[in-house]
């Protein structure tokens, strides 16, 4: 049984930090890409930043870029996402998502497994 599970959610001011983690397990993490998604309320889930399973190759929402880091340790089955300088407009439930497909990967329908997802709330 696949599971993710993301932590390290919270209450931060703006530009503040904070960093969330998404353990996995019952798959071989090392053969799946990654991404972060996240969704504020009355809004769709929209894509925040992927890592490919080889961790050579990121690729950031235009949103986030330049603030938001995602990283991987395939030794831990965790993947991370490093978030600095917070907006209010980055209040969301992030969602860290799993695929066996190596294309498209800002797309959410292209993700075969999904977390529960971690409220951040940055306040102003």
């Known amino acids: 049984q696949v599971q993710l599970v993301e932590s390290g959610g919270g209450l931060v001011q703006a530009g503040g930090s904070l960093r969330l983690s998404c353990a996995a397990s019952?798959?071989?993490?090392?053969?799946?890409?990654m991404g972060w998604f996240r969704q504020a309320p009355g809004k769709e889930r929209e894509f925040v930043a992927r890592?490919?399973?080889?961790?050579?190759?990121?690729y950031y929402a235009d949103s986030v870029k330049g603030r938001f880091t995602i990283s991987r340790d395939n030794a831990k089955n965790t993947l991370y996402l490093q978030m600095n300088s917070l907006k209010p407009d980055d209040t969301a439930v992030y969602y860290c998502?799993?695929?066996?497909?190596?294309?498209?990967?800002?797309?959410?329908?292209?993700?075969?497994?999904w977390g529960q997802g971690t409220q951040v709330t940055v306040s102003s």
């Open positions: 998502a799993a695929t066996a497909s190596g294309w498209d990967l800002s797309l959410s329908g292209r993700y075969d497994y």
């Open positions: 019952g798959l071989t993490f090392s053969v799946y890409a």
């Open positions: 890592i490919t399973k080889i961790a050579g190759s990121t």
